[in-house]
């Protein structure tokens, strides 16, 4: 029997909301001292279920709101779930959110090195690899300029081409190509479809259905937190953009 590279097992999320306005940091820090601020329970997932073979490509999709990044942050372990089970068999590498894990006052040169020690990488292992990145994500020109500096298509750039740089078990791409060129789009297409043929497992997150039906296999559509379908994914999408388009 095939095993499952990632398992998520009537998975519930919850964030405690403060259901009255406070207008500043300090007027809620008092309030939380004094055990006057009162929370309201907010559901972002509710007993979601998910089985994922490795080599399969699953696109989440669902309205802004749905939970689709919520599940793909329990699934990176960034979440804790408050009700079920998520495991991870293998090595993640999550593009999450935009510039997560750069430091704003290093240069990308400094960066890419940052970033590799995160991912577990030694700075001989960079030291091989460094061209590479940087051909990738075209940024020469801009090696000694602080992050804080780039374009958000910049900075997508650095994050998928360092995220990418050695095929991971599973690779978790969350909307950040949207804010790249079409060129640099078609590009990073490319290498997650080489990936794919290498046995990389794919969870994707898009609102672009063309490129969600051009690179997964399949999808799981999330509604307000709960699954509303999951299967094959031209079944999952054409019934998805059906109810969009009423």
């Known amino acids: ?103 704003g006052n290093l240069t990308a040169r400094e960066n890419i090195y940052l970033n590799g020690t995160v991912l577990g990488h030694s700075k001989k292992f960079m030291d091989q690899h460094f061209d590479e990145i940087v051909d990738f994500a075209e940024l020469w020109n801009f090696l000694d300029t602080p992050i804080k500096n780039f374009s958000s298509g910049m900075k997508a750039r650095l994050g998928f081409s360092v995220a990418t740089m050695v095929a991971p078990d599973v690779l978790i791409v969350d909307e950040i190509l949207a804010v790249g060129d079409f060129l640099f789009r078609k590009k990073c297409t490319e290498r997650m479809n080489q990936m794919l043929a290498g046995g990389t497992t794919l969870l994707y997150v898009s609102h672009n259905i063309d490129s969600v039906k051009e690179l997964c296999t399949h999808a799981l559509w999330l509604d307000q937190g709960r699954v509303r379908s999951a299967g094959e994914v031209n079944e999952v999408c054409d019934e998805y953009e059906k109810l969009e388009k009423k």
Request: hydrophobic share 45%.
């Open 1 to 103: 029997m095939e095993k499952y590279i990632v398992e998520v097992d009537h998975l519930t999320i919850r964030f405690n909301m403060a259901s009255e306005k406070v207008d500043n940091l300090k007027e809620y820090v008092i309030k939380l001292v004094k055990k006057e601020l009162n929370f309201k329970e907010f559901l972002a997932l509710k007993d979601v279920s998910l089985k994922v073979k490795k080599g399969e490509a699953w696109a989440l999709i669902g309205v802004n709101g749905s939970g689709k990044s919520t599940l793909l942050k329990a699934i990176s372990g960034i979440l804790k779930p408050y009700k079920g089970t998520v495991s991870v068999y293998g090595e993640i590498a999550p593009l999450i959110e935009l510039g997560a894990g750069f430091d």
